[in-house]
Structures are given as structure tokens and as C-alpha cells.
């Protein structure tokens, strides 16, 4: 059993940044691939990024890609997203999640999931 918690989540204008962490429980937790996701009002959950339990290998969607920086700190039970040149269309819940093996950007993969962070961008 893996606990997460989201936090980092806010209110920031266009163009700022905001740094996400997703904390776990367990002492497994460097077994694990995360992933970062998003769900915006009455649109379904999609994926934004993972990272491989060393932190070797990350994965981004393209709306993301040189914008947002997956990281983890496994001293720490801890993985960050950060996110710099934020648009209006970034605003969601930002939900990670952790499964064994590689990471992936399918929900079903994931086994593990936090209660999820609002990040709002105002234009």
C-alpha cells in the first residue's frame, strides 16, 4: 500500500510557475514509476508526465514538453513537477500516481493515486 499527497497547487497569472510535489508513504517508494496527471472541469483524466524509479527516463505530453520538468528525490519519498511559462489551459486537479515497472501514460497502468492538487492560471 502507497499513500500520496499532492500539494503545491494555487492561483497564478500566465506565464508565472508553480512547483508540485507529490509525497509518498512507504519505504518502497523507489520501486516505483510516477506519473503526473490532469483533469480540467467535465474533460477526462490525461497524462502530463512520468518518471522511471531511478529518474532516468521521463515522458511528456507534448502540451507540456519544454514547459513543465518531472523530478524525483527518493530520499525524500518525494516527486516534483515543475511548472514554468504556465497557460490558462493548465488549469485542472493534478493527480500522481505510482505503479511498478516503467512508467506510462495510461490511467489504468497506475495503482496509486493521490487526492489531487487545483492548480488555476488566470490570464
Known amino acids: 500500500q502507497v499513500q500520496l499527497v499532492e500539494s503545491g497547487g494555487g492561483l497564478v497569472q500566465a506565464g508565472g510557475s508553480l512547483r508540485l510535489s507529490c509525497a509518498a508513504s512507504?519505504?518502497?517508494?523507489?520501486?516505483?514509476?510516477v506519473g503526473w496527471f490532469r483533469q480540467a472541469p467535465d474533460k477526462e483524466r490525461v497524462f502530463v508526465a512520468t518518471i522511471n524509479w531511478s529518474g532516468g527516463r521521463t515522458l511528456y505530453a507534448d502540451s507540456v514538453k519544454g514547459r513543465f520538468t518531472i523530478s524525483r528525490d527518493n530520499a525524500k519519498n518525494t516527486v516534483y513537477l515543475q511548472m514554468n511559462s504556465l497557460k490558462p489551459e493548465d488549469t485542472a486537479v493534478y493527480y500522481c500516481?505510482?505503479?511498478?515497472?516503467?512508467?506510462?501514460?495510461?490511467?489504468?497502468?497506475?495503482?496509486?493515486w493521490g487526492q489531487g492538487t487545483q492548480v488555476t492560471v488566470s490570464s
Open positions: 512507504g519505504r518502497t517508494f523507489s520501486s516505483y514509476a
Open positions: 500516481a505510482v505503479r511498478i515497472g516503467f512508467g506510462a501514460s495510461d490511467t489504468t497502468a497506475y495503482n496509486y
